[in-house]
């Protein structure tokens, strides 16, 4: 069944912080409840992120070098084929999905999420992400109309530079595939494995499970629960929003969109309360006509920082990137504390 592993194990070390008196520094090892795959919590509490003012690059000679900004948009990036949309670009709002010039794979496109070069996470409203998260998924919808056998339909965000954002003119990513990449493949294999194995939704379990012990449910937002995971994948956490009996694209309609934008404003509150401001995002759904009784849909929220703001060092290093072993400073049952009161403002 469904089980959540953690061990502990201490360095000792004779600490010039207290005089080189002995001290006993502790790590946790945690095993992810659905891939059995190990992370580790530790270093608590000596880094934090550090507010990084974007604004500065919000002037009128940023706007002109930037291909997404008004009047670039139209003439330096690349419209789709008539044959896939006629219009060359999908708009919905104020947001508009272009053709990625350095695509991904087949149908590789972006969410250039609104005419703002600079949108801070104080300022985004629900409209904002409501028509990014909706005319991205038109795009999945369109394109899958015409190539059913691609079951993958990504979305993804990096938001500001931490989290590889390129620009920082806010824009979303989208892949249609047939290779969504080793972690939703695992994810997709292991949920078969668990229903196979255990007779039940793992992801069901998950929510019912976190609902109940309390230690990392966050709250519910309309059909959404959410959680921090228990085995996180960043150096600030991982936060998950699970949609209990909705698993494609095909599901995620506006009620649940709703939910979704209501949540993540409430989480934006919470990272600007700590100064995180660039994370990733991605949307996991599963192949219409393929598992969907073992999946249900998700996202995951992982916040990106500098580790410090002199030398720009990346939150991620050897650990992660040589040794793919994720580790956190935060406790994910602390950090469902710190966040629970967004959600209920
Ligand atoms: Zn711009």
Not at 107 to 114: E, H, I, K, R
Not at 119 to 134: H, N, Q
Not at 242 to 253: A, C, E, H, K, N
Request: hydrophobic fraction near 40%.
């Amino acid at each position: 069944m469904l089980e959540f592993a953690k061990r502990k194990g201490y360095a000792k070390i004779l600490d010039p912080r207290i005089d080189f008196a002995l001290n006993s520094i502790e790590v946790e090892y945690r095993r992810d409840p659905l891939t059995g795959e190990s992370g580790r919590i530790a270093h608590m509490g000596i880094v934090a992120a550090q507010k990084i003012d974007y604004s500065v690059w919000d002037k009128p000679e940023h706007h002109e070098m930037c291909p997404f900004c008004p009047g670039n948009i139209e003439r330096s990036t690349p419209r789709f084929p008539a044959e896939l949309i006629p219009e060359g670009h999908i708009k919905k709002g104020g947001a508009r999905v272009i053709a990625n010039i350095a695509p991904y794979d087949r149908y590789s496109a972006l969410t250039v999420m609104g005419p703002e070069h600079v949108m801070p996470l104080e300022k985004m409203s629900a409209a904002y992400l409501k028509d990014a998260f909706e005319a991205g998924l038109e795009f999945c919808r369109t394109v899958l109309e015409k190539e059913r056998e691609l079951p993958y339909s990504i979305i993804a965000w990096n938001y500001m530079p931490p989290s590889g954002g390129g620009l920082l003119h806010p824009h979303q990513q989208l892949i249609i595939t047939d290779e969504p990449g080793n972690l939703y493949r695992k994810v997709m294999r292991e949920s078969k494995n668990y229903r196979q194995k255990w007779g039940e939704n793992f992801w069901e379990e998950l929510c019912r499970r976190e609902e109940e012990a309390g230690e990392r449910f966050i709250g519910r937002i309309e059909e959404g629960y959410w959680l921090t995971a228990f085995c996180p994948q960043g150096v600030l956490g991982e936060i998950m929003a699970v949609f209990p009996g909705r698993s494609t694209i095909y599901d995620l309609d506006e009620k649940i969109i709703d939910g979704l934008v209501k949540g993540l404003l409430c989480l934006f509150k919470y990272f600007d309360s700590k100064n995180i401001c660039s994370f990733n995002l991605a949307l996991f759904a599963a192949p219409a006509g393929e598992g969907e009784k073992d999946f249900s849909l998700h996202i995951r929220v992982i916040p990106r920082f500098y580790m410090n703001l002199l030398l720009y060092t990346p939150d991620m290093s050897s650990m992660q990137v040589a040794l793919q072993e994720p580790f956190s400073v935060v406790n994910p049952e602390e950090q469902c504390r710190e966040i629970a009161p967004f959600f209920k403002s």
